[in-house]
C-alpha cells in the first residue's frame, strides 16, 4: 500500500473523529439558539469545549494531509474515497449518539460505499 492511500485513510478517520467529536462539543455545549446579541457568548462557549476544540484539530491535520495527499494521487480518484467518512460517522452516530438510522439511509449510504468501492478498483 503506497504512503499516498495510507495518508488518504488517516485523512478519512480524522475527519470522522472531527464529526464525531464536534457533535459530541455543540450537544455538551448545550447551545439551543443563535442570537446576535449574544453571538459572542455562544461563540466562546462552542470554542471553549474540549471536543469542539478537538474536532476542529483534526480538521486542520486532515486538512494538511490533503495538501499532501493532492500533490501524490489524482483528485477524481481521492475525492471520492473521503466519501467513505459518511458510512463511518453514521456507525459512530449510531452506536455513539443512539441516533436511530432508518433502513433508506443506510441503502444511501451503502450506494455510496459501492461508488467508493468501483472508483477504489479503477
Not at 102 to 111: L, V
Request: charged content about 10%; aromatic content about 14%.
Amino acid at each position: 500500500m503506497s504512503l499516498a492511500i495510507v495518508l488518504l485513510v488517516i485523512g478519512i478517520i480524522l475527519g470522522v473523529i472531527a464529526q464525531l467529536a464536534l457533535k459530541e462539543g455543540i450537544t455538551r455545549a448545550k447551545i439551543v439558539s443563535f442570537r446576535s446579541e449574544k453571538m459572542l457568548v455562544l461563540l466562546l462557549k462552542m470554542f471553549w469545549n474540549k471536543f469542539v476544540l478537538l474536532g476542529c484539530v483534526c480538521y486542520a491535520v486532515s486538512l494538511l494531509l490533503w495538501l499532501v495527499i493532492l500533490s501524490k494521487l489524482e483528485l477524481s480518484y481521492a475525492y471520492p474515497m473521503i466519501s467513505s467518512g459518511y458510512f463511518f460517522v453514521a456507525l459512530g452516530s449510531y452506536f455513539i449518539f443512539k441516533e436511530k438510522i432508518s433502513w433508506q439511509r443506510w441503502m444511501a449510504i451503502g450506494i455510496i460505499i459501492f461508488g467508493v468501492v468501483l472508483v477504489g478498483l479503477s
